[in-house]
């Protein structure tokens, strides 16, 4: 006869069957980064085995926790977003939680309607991808309040939400010395758009990496949208100003993509012509031609860090507002040159 074919299952048919403790069953379930992987599993098999899963969740209901985290992004379809969602879904699921995703694509009325759900309790925690704090309702209405959060990617302004993400400023510098380092004097910031954050925070570091130069370097900005049609339509400006830079230091690697296709479009070679960089490395950077020098963005690294930080302070371990800036990679490739001297 099975263990749960004639009663519910108990912790101490878990913990029989995994062969450890009713202590270490109830470590696994409640605080399973403090438990060995392997032990871990055997644990969370015997769960499946016996037909415990329900009685845990019982238990969660009790203590007023779902173990569930709501990942609230603009858009499923961003280059950046899966590997940030590997990264929180690997500690989320190393601490028994879960993870719900709700996607935006910018709109107030989807943001709304995420916001009343999760204001059913159904998540215990906030991961928010989209820069701001998102629309909830009334600010008198006690079920709109907002549970614990932790920002991804973009600082919320004027808050005292945890943030991580790339450290911006400094990965930008380090592209720009880098171009200054192959000769170039003129260089064009390709910016994301006025009050876009991250344009603002990686043209602070091109401009520290001009200023790092022993010559006085002009500080020079064209705006785009962050997407590879406002890249083009950047270029064009340039060209109908008729003055023009020898490489271009874009916001982001959808940007840089649109510029080298409209300077190929006008005929012109990169690098030979211009030198362009990006930053993200997105998939797709690679697989351009010339394939992309770009910043590498650790994103799993980000994900996993955002995660730990948020269920710290859900677990008591840590209430502290924590800013976690990573280290970006400059990833040297084919887009970039000594500058022309045409």
Request: proline fraction near 5%; glycine fraction near 10%.
């Amino acid at each position: 006869m099975s263990l749960h074919s004639k009663k519910s299952a108990t912790i101490e048919d878990v913990a029989k069957l995994a062969g450890v403790s009713i202590a270490t069953v109830s470590r696994a379930i409640r605080n399973p980064e403090k438990v060995a992987e392997s032990t871990r599993k055997k644990v969370t098999n015997a769960i499946a085995r016996t037909g415990y899963t329900a009685n845990v969740m019982a238990q969660n209901l009790r203590m007023k926790r779902s173990k569930m985290v709501m990942v609230l992004t603009p858009s499923i379809a961003d280059p950046n977003f899966p590997g940030v969602l590997i990264g929180l879904e690997k500690e989320a699921h190393a601490r028994g939680y879960g993870i719900l995703i709700g996607n935006t694509e910018g709109a107030i009325s989807l943001e709304e309607n995420h916001m009343r759900f999760l204001a059913t309790g159904v998540a215990d925690g906030l991961v928010l991808l989209t820069g701001h704090l998102p629309v909830a309702g009334a600010p008198q209405d006690p079920a709109t309040q907002l549970p614990p959060l932790v920002a991804v990617g973009r600082p919320l302004e004027a808050t005292e939400a945890s943030f991580v993400g790339v450290d911006d400023v400094a990965a930008s510098k380090m592209a720009t010395e880098y171009l200054v380092s192959l000769g170039h004097r003129r260089i064009v910031f390709v910016g994301g758009g006025t009050g876009d954050v991250l344009s603002d925070l990686r043209q602070e570091g091109y401009r520290k990496g001009l200023a790092e130069c022993a010559e006085e370097l002009a500080d020079w900005r064209v705006e785009g949208d962050g997407t590879s049609e406002g890249g083009r339509a950047a270029v064009e400006r340039l060209f109908i100003k008729d003055t023009l830079p020898t490489a271009f230091f874009c916001f982001n690697d959808n940007t840089a993509i649109g510029v080298i296709a409209a300077l190929r479009l006008r005929g012109f070679d990169v690098p030979g012509d211009f030198s362009v960089i990006g930053f993200d490395d997105i998939p797709f950077a690679s697989n351009i031609t010339p394939a992309l020098t770009t910043i590498r963005q650790p994103r799993n690294k980000i994900g996993e860090r955002a995660m730990a930080i948020l269920l710290d302070g859900l677990e008591g371990q840590n209430g502290e507002k924590e800013s976690e800036r990573l280290h970006g990679d400059l990833v040297v490739r084919e887009s970039c040159g000594p500058a022309s001297r045409g």
